[in-house]
């Protein structure tokens, strides 16, 4: 059973910098990439960012590239989101999540399977 447990939310005004964490247990995810998204009201939820456990792989949905930075604790079994410049667009709840198949650094919502209970993220303007 995969458990994923994000923290690291919260309110912060607009320029500020916030940095999410999701603590994974439950197997082992050497092969598997993490990915982070979010869901703000009223729309899907959308890709930011994805990576392998090794090897280095990272993907970056176009809207957070430059801003947001995704890295890995393989200790810890630990993914974080460091998420610089905040606006007020970036408000949202924010899910890591697990990929469904190993050696597959996807972008799509479908490609990942686990997922996270979410944290909120609201800036302010």
């Known amino acids: 059973q995969v458990q994923l447990v994000e923290s690291g939310g919260g309110l912060v005004q607009a320029g500020g910098s916030l940095r999410l964490s999701c603590a994974a247990s439950?197997?082992?995810?050497?092969?598997?990439?993490m990915g982070w998204f979010r869901q703000a009201p009223g729309k899907e939820r959308e890709f930011l960012a994805a990576?392998?456990?090794?090897?280095?792989?990272?993907n970056y949905a176009a809207s957070v590239k430059g801003r947001f930075t995704i890295s890995r604790d393989n200790a810890k079994n630990t993914v974080y989101l460091q998420m610089n410049s905040l606006k007020p667009e970036d408000t949202a709840v924010y899910y890591c999540?697990?990929?469904?198949?190993?050696?597959?650094?996807?972008?799509?919502?479908?490609?990942?399977?686990?997922w996270g209970q979410g944290t909120q993220v609201t800036v302010s303007s």
């Open positions: 999540a697990v990929a469904r198949k190993p050696e597959w650094l996807g972008t799509q919502t479908r490609d990942f399977g686990s």
């Open positions: 439950g197997r082992t995810f050497s092969r598997y990439a």
């Open positions: 990576i392998m456990w090794t090897g280095g792989r990272i």
